[in-house]
């Protein structure tokens, strides 16, 4: 027998410890189980991933597949669709690639400063019910669908107004979309300041809007960066109000008040009507440029904020 029992109660075990009352317990068996238990977790996590993958896989190779030929060919980026019809092979989206990127940089225009105004006084002026008050307006505004933003506008622009569906209605809609995220991103950049830089500015004897100006803004500048290029390629993608707001034509325009414009969704929803092969091309080819504009604003913010991180 391993074991002694001795006359004061204690059991004492072959390799000399000893526990009061009963046998020695075995340590290894709750490593052993939250071991067990972070290998099923990690399990669960890469199938779920692996999972999250296959539809994004499968769309991107179908996109790439079906489009990638068009990409090739100079004319692609030289040339518009004026002249081209269904039946015929060739052209360009250079028409699209334009109009997509003024009505971005004119959408990002007006919503930059209202965004980060906003942002600034919620985190450094906010307080009361004002405040909660445009919190709350910011909130809904994310939920809001861009199909209703796109009504909206075309219920004040065309029927209350009676001006023209015009690329400029289109810009108003988008700003509505692309507000609420330039005001969370760089809301929570503001917040990343450390306090400790404000009061050692304001014990200085700077006052809080050029402490606002000089310190608070230059360092959360990378993520308010991002936060922009992030939203801007959300807002590059939108669909449903470039229907509804932004008739499409085939030739070159870059007037925002001179009527139609062409972008690279409205050539997507043209050309999908039409059943012919050089159309179908077309389409593909078009979706496949989207989305290497908004690949490049997504992976322009991506640097901005590995190389310019807030310090903390």
Request: with cysteine.
């Amino acid at each position: 027998m391993s074991t002694d029992t001795v006359a004061t109660g204690r059991t004492v075990g072959s390799t000399g410890s000893s526990r009061p009352g009963g046998p020695v317990p075995v340590l290894g068996h709750p490593a052993r189980g939250r071991e067990a238990k972070d290998l099923l977790a990690r399990v669960v996590m890469w199938l779920a991933f692996a999972l999250a993958l296959v539809p994004l896989v499968w769309i991107l190779w179908t996109v790439v597949s079906k489009g990638f030929h068009l990409l090739l060919e100079p004319q692609w980026w030289t040339n518009s669709q004026k002249g081209i019809t269904s039946r015929h092979e060739g052209g360009g989206a250079v028409h699209a690639i334009q109009g997509t990127l003024i009505q971005g940089l004119v959408t990002a225009a007006i919503s930059v400063p209202l965004g980060v105004m906003t942002a600034i006084y919620l985190v450094e002026y906010g307080r009361g019910r004002f405040a909660k008050a445009v919190s709350f307006m910011v909130d809904i505004l994310t939920g809001v669908p861009s199909i209703v933003a796109g009504l909206f506008v075309y219920a004040v622009w065309v029927t209350t107004f009676g001006f023209q569906r015009v690329g400029f209605a289109v810009c108003l809609s988008l700003v509505l979309l692309m507000i609420p995220v330039v005001v969370r991103s760089t809301e929570e950049m503001l917040k990343l300041v450390p306090n400790e830089l404000r009061e050692a500015s304001y014990a200085l004897g700077v006052p809080k809007w050029r402490t606002i100006a000089r310190v608070v803004l230059p360092t959360a500048f990378s993520g308010i960066i991002t936060g922009i290029l992030l939203g801007l390629a959300r807002v590059m993608g939108e669909t449903a109000p470039l229907l509804i707001l932004g008739p499409y034509t085939k030739s070159i325009a870059t007037d925002l008040f001179g009527g139609y414009m062409a972008t690279l969704p409205t050539m997507i929803n043209q050309d999908r009507t039409e059943s012919l092969q050089p159309a179908v091309d077309r389409v593909w080819a078009a979706a496949l440029t989207l989305i290497l504009l908004v690949l490049l604003l997504n992976l322009a913010g991506r640097v901005v904020a590995r190389f310019g991180s807030v310090k903390k």
